[in-house]
């Protein structure tokens, strides 16, 4: 008889080890999850690394284009609701898809199609691979920067353009301000109480 415990056992210290590390990396995105401010931060930070480095080395034009063509896909996404408002408008009724306005109105939330947390992942993996594909030579395509510049800038003008005309035309804004704080009973009391 053959002993194969040997393998077995190299095979299992690999699937701990690598069962371990992803198990550590996930608290750590656990953790980081209440500090939006602080995970943009690092997420801004990232970004004007990426782009220090392209202005420095004078090249990688492509990965810098693609990286903002990404982000402006993720960024409509965070901006659009998760429920599709154009498909179903075109059912029977047309008021039925949008968002209330007065208070008699059922309140339905406003839920991204991509969540707040998913972007920043989004934007942090994409801006980590594209600095990675600034190593290499092979990814510096020689391509005339100021076309690709203006040609972003006027897919983002389009594309904004056509976000804001669907958030007027199905009356819903993608952010909030906080949950509204209402006076307690006591309060009220207390201000006239006061007052007198």
Request: glycine share 4%; with cysteine; hydrophobic share 45%.
């Amino acid at each position: 008889m053959q002993d194969f415990s040997s393998s077995n056992d190299s095979g299992n210290v690999f699937s701990k080890t690598s069962k371990s590390i992803k198990q550590r990396y996930q608290t750590l995105l656990d953790l980081s999850t209440p500090y939006t401010f602080g995970r943009w931060s690092v997420a801004a930070l990232l970004l004007i690394f990426f782009l220090a480095r392209i202005y420095l080395l004078q090249g990688w034009y492509i990965i810098c284009y693609a990286l903002g063509i990404y982000d402006l896909n993720l960024f409509i996404a965070f901006l659009s609701p998760k429920a599709d408002l154009w498909l179903d408008s075109h059912t029977d009724n047309d008021d039925d898809m949008q968002l209330p306005t007065r208070a008699s109105e059922e309140f339905r939330p406003f839920i991204r199609r991509l969540p707040e947390f998913k972007f920043w992942y989004s934007v942090m993996k994409s801006t980590l691979f594209a600095t990675f594909f600034t190593l290499f030579d092979c990814f510096n395509i020689p391509v005339f920067w100021p076309i690709l510049v203006l040609y972003f800038i006027t897919l983002f003008i389009i594309t904004m353009k056509r976000q804001i005309k669907h958030m007027i035309k199905y009356r819903y804004v993608p952010f909030s301000w906080g949950k509204p704080k209402y006076a307690s009973h006591e309060d009220t009391a207390g201000k006239v109480i006061n007052a007198k």
